[in-house]
């Protein structure tokens, strides 16, 4: 039987590798989580390296404010 669009998407989700910058837990350092291959890419140019820290700085923003979700604009232009 053939996967779904959502099935298929799911499993692929499931396959990346998603880590924080850093490689620690995202709730000792408060960075967001991201595919590894996104990571990397964002810390390879200067452009990347400043969206990873705005991106990071509302993620700590949120944890402050007691919320596990932060809108930090990564995952913008993704099918959600």
């Not at 799911?10 to 924080?20: I, V, Y």
Request: net charge positive; no cysteine; aromatic share 4%.
């Amino acid at each position: 039987m053939a996967l779904k669009e959502s099935q298929r998407s799911l499993r692929k989700w499931t396959k990346q590798k998603w880590t924080t910058a850093s490689g620690k837990k995202s709730s000792e350092t408060g960075e967001v989580y991201a595919p590894k291959k996104t990571i990397e890419k964002l810390k390879s140019t200067p452009s990347g390296r400043k969206k990873l820290a705005a991106a990071n700085k509302k993620k700590r923003a949120a944890t402050k404010k007691g919320k596990q979700h932060a809108k930090h604009g990564l995952h913008k232009g993704k099918k959600r």
